[in-house]
């Protein structure tokens, strides 16, 4: 009687060895799934970062073109005029006070 308590003991601590046993590549397999699937995500908002830098890259430099400026200033009713060089020199000299002013 103790005898076949000890074998079913036995049994029973085996199959639930051998379950685990099966079980552990099942998870590794599923755990491995899961972590591409996150690294795809991840790459994916990166090239979605990258793709809005390089936009807001291009919407900066164009706003910085002297075509985009003229265009907004008829927009906003400014007028541009050329400044000549002598007035600007004398605007410059007279712009730190002791008459040496920078250019």
């Not at 076949?4 to 060895?17: C, G, H, S, Y």
């Not at 075509?67 to 541009?80: H, S």
């Not at 600007?88 to 000299?93: C, F």
């Amino acid at each position: 009687m103790r005898n076949a308590k000890l074998e079913r003991t036995i049994i029973v601590i085996t199959i639930l060895f051998i379950n685990i046993c099966l079980l552990i590549p099942v998870w590794q397999s599923a755990r491995n799934s899961q972590l591409r699937w996150e690294l795809a995500q991840s790459e994916k908002q990166l090239k979605e970062k990258e793709e809005q830098k390089m936009v807001l890259t291009a919407s900066i430099a164009k706003k910085t073109t002297p075509e985009y400026l003229i265009e907004q200033a008829a927009v906003q009713n400014i007028v541009f005029k050329q400044i000549d060089a002598q007035v600007s020199a004398l605007v410059a000299k007279q712009g730190d006070g002791n008459g040496k002013g920078q250019l």
